[in-house]
T-cell receptor, first 114, second 112 residues
Framework: DTEVTQTPKHLVMGMTNKKSLKCEQHMGHRAMYWYKQKAKKPPELMFVYSYEKLSINESVPSRFSPECPNSSLLNLHLHALQPEDSALYLC?????????????FGDGTRLSIL | GENVEQHPSTLSVQEGDSAVIKCTYSDSASNYFPWYKQELGKGPQLIIDIRSNVGEKKDQRIAVTLNKTAKHFSLHITETQPEDSAVYFCAASLGSARQLTFGSGTQLTVLP
């Protein structure tokens, strides 16, 4: 079982809905990440939080809003999404935001936009 | 920025045979190279990694080799089993950069 827990596992939402994805880790890691993964493609980085502060935003549209309430939790708030946003959203964590530390992934939230 | 190429995109082997997946990277300053296994419906799982000060690392049936001169690294799986069937991603990172660059993935199928 993964040590990074993501909820929900599946989410179907309309383009006008507001929903949130949640991620939790208890490994004491101080960096947390959101990735988007389309079918048969590698993960694409969206956001990086380091010590609960946003350190990287890979030019993600504002309809995706990340939040890091504390060192163990990471949320991704969704609003007014488009059908092309349907994908697997992965959370990961690592010791800190140096890319020399291994990243540990959760099993993702499968998001479908109607 | 860094660019990582991964080959082959699909690989089928008979159970018990070995499998080799190769990646090349563009930035000679890259110094960390993890490999991930992603099973259907799961997130990527780190299976082995290597740093640039090491040429080879082994963990049971899995090994990774790194050739810094040629800028390529490879994953070797020996005595393959059906449960090794998955998509495998290589990645590379620079200590000075802030993210991993992933290869395009290899679908490995182990035939019983």
């Amino acid at each position: 079982d993964t040590e990074v827990t993501q909820t929900p596992k599946h989410l179907v939402m309309g383009m006008t809905n507001k929903k949130s994805l949640k991620c939790e880790q208890h490994m004491g890691h101080r960096a947390m990440y959101w990735y988007k993964q389309k079918a048969k493609k590698p993960p694409e980085l969206m956001f990086v939080y380091s010590y609960e502060k946003l350190s990287i935003n890979e030019s993600v549209p504002s309809r995706f809003s990340p939040e890091c309430p504390n060192s163990s939790l990471l949320n991704l708030h969704l609003h007014a999404l488009q059908p092309e946003d349907s994908a697997l959203y992965l959370c990961a964590s690592s010791q800190d935001n140096s890319p020399l530390w291994p990243q540990h992934f959760g099993d993702g939230t499968r998001l479908s936009i109607l | 920025g860094e660019n990582v190429e991964q080959h082959p995109s699909t690989l089928s082997v008979q159970e018990g045979d070995s499998a080799v997946i190769k990646c090349t990277y563009s930035d000679s300053a890259s110094n960390y190279f993890p490999w991930y296994k992603q099973e259907l419906g799961k997130g990527p799982q780190l299976i082995i990694d290597i740093r640039s000060n090491v040429g080879e690392k082994k963990d049971q049936r899995i090994a990774v080799t790194l050739n810094k001169t040629a800028k390529h690294f490879s994953l070797h799986i020996t005595e393959t089993q059906p449960e090794d069937s998955a998509v495998y991603f290589c990645a590379a990172s620079l200590g000075s950069a802030r993210q991993l660059t992933f290869g395009s993935g290899t679908q490995l199928t182990v035939l019983p």
